[in-house]
């Protein structure tokens, strides 16, 4: 009896191993510069995954067609180097949801008037860019770009569904059966 139970004890827990090991894959193809697209508040956009760029930065010009807020507080705003001058005012953003596929990009978004590069990037390309995506995002949900293959990728855990149990119905009636 012991062995019995020692044998669906390992089941129920190579199965809840083998479950939390599950990977979901999100990819999208892009051409040239990794361009690829999201949804900004459930509308569809382009992004540019930018490795040179620490944050991720919305477009303020966007702020009402993708309904998001842009804080003009003074004591809100991040200074930053780059963008075409020495000195840049990142405004605080909220409402923003940037999704990538079905997965919710969690991570602080910054508002600034990318209106010149995206003019720039959409006359080489033709697609206009509403946000840049930095590094601080990519790292924190594991981007992997891959220019040989013009491949942006995201590996996420698959989550449990809410009602689902550690252990199926049949194994819980194995083990009630195993402690008699």
Request: proline share 1%; no cysteine; charged share 25%.
């Amino acid at each position: 009896m012991k062995k019995f139970i020692v044998i669906v004890s390992l089941v129920a827990l190579v199965n809840n191993f083998t479950r939390a090991q599950e990977l979901e894959t999100v990819e999208a193809k892009y051409r040239g510069k990794p361009i690829i697209q999201m949804t900004l508040n459930d509308k569809k956009t382009w992004v540019l995954l930018d490795t040179g760029s620490e944050y991720t930065i919305l477009d303020s010009g966007a702020k009402q067609k993708y309904d998001f807020f842009v804080s003009h507080s003074n004591d809100d705003r991040i200074n930053v180097s780059g963008l075409g001058s020495t000195n840049n005012g990142l405004s605080e953003t909220s409402n923003a949801e940037l999704r990538f596929g079905h997965v919710k990009l969690k991570g602080p978004t910054y508002a600034f008037d990318l209106s010149t590069v995206a003019k720039s990037i959409q006359l080489r390309t033709g697609k206009r860019i509403t946000a840049i995506i930095g590094t601080h995002m990519m790292r924190s949900y594991g981007f992997v770009i891959d220019m040989r293959d013009s491949t942006a990728t995201l590996h996420i855990k698959s989550k449990k569904k809410k009602n689902q149990s550690d252990f199926s119905s049949d194994d819980m009636i194995i083990a009630k059966n195993a402690k008699k």
